[in-house]
């Protein structure tokens, strides 16, 4: 069974930088679609990006496309989101999900 841990998660000011982590066990990450995805206070999940296991098509949500980055290190097992220029409309708990399983998701928080 695949767990997912999620880490990099931070306060940090508007402008600034937070470069997220998923790490997986149990699955080798590069034979799975995954993504990334948030959810803030009061609202519902949101899709933020994905990437299929084979390919180098990435898709991002329109609220991060230029701003926010996927990635992958096979050889670690751990995929990443770089995000850079950072507003606090991203404040929210960020998900990686990997083959219908959800990690603990971890916190960003931006302020003015």
């Known amino acids: 069974q695949v767990q997912l841990v999620e880490s990099g998660g931070g306060s940090v000011q508007a402008g600034g930088s937070l470069r997220l982590s998923c790490a997986a066990s149990g699955r080798t990450l590069s034979n799975y679609a995954m993504g990334w995805f948030r959810q803030a206070p009061g609202k519902e999940r949101e899709f933020v990006a994905a990437h299929g296991f084979s390919g180098p098509n990435i898709y991002y949500g329109d609220s991060v496309k230029g701003r926010f980055t996927f990635s992958r290190d096979n050889a670690k097992n751990i995929a990443y989101l770089q995000m850079n220029s950072l507003t606090p409309e991203d404040t929210a708990i960020y998900y990686c999900?990997?083959?219908?399983?959800w990690g603990q998701g971890t916190q960003v928080t931006v302020s003015l």
């Open positions: 999900y990997v083959d219908a399983k």
